[in-house]
């Protein structure tokens, strides 16, 4: 499984940026999609996931309510709208796939954030 995020860059602080992340197989093979992002200097934390059988989604606090996870089924194509978004939320952002196994095995590359103050 190859996952492909893209959408990342350069905005200024309160903007929004739409992150994709295209799945290289049917992602209802796949438990969920979620993602992760990590700062330099900081660990890898979980932002988001779906559930790819029935869409049930999850955010970490601090990205409730300006965050949004989507998915296109048919197009293989999981997505995070990121809004108001601030000098905080600059990090590396990577999506994954969890396996039947329940473990994100699966990881892209990341694409990068950064968010002017």
């Known amino acids: 499984v190859q996952l492909q995020a893209s959408g990342g860059g350069l905005v200024q602080n309160g903007g929004s940026l739409t992150l994709s992340c295209v799945v290289s197989?049917?992602?209802?093979?796949?438990?969920?999609i979620g993602w992760f992002r990590q700062a330099p200097g900081k660990e890898r934390e979980k932002v988001s996931c779906?559930?790819?059988?029935?869409?049930?989604?999850y955010y970490a606090d601090s990205m409730k309510g300006r965050f949004t996870i989507s998915r296109d089924s048919a197009k293989n194509t999981v997505t995070l709208q990121m809004n108001n978004l601030k000098p905080e939320d600059m990090a590396l952002y990577y999506c994954?796939?969890?396996?039947?196994?329940?473990?994100?095995?699966?990881w892209g590359r990341g694409t990068l954030v950064t968010v002017s103050s």
């Open positions: 994954a796939a969890m396996s039947s196994a329940l473990q994100y095995e699966f």
């Open positions: 197989r049917a992602t209802l093979d796949l438990t969920a």
């Open positions: 779906i559930n790819t059988y029935d869409g049930s989604t």
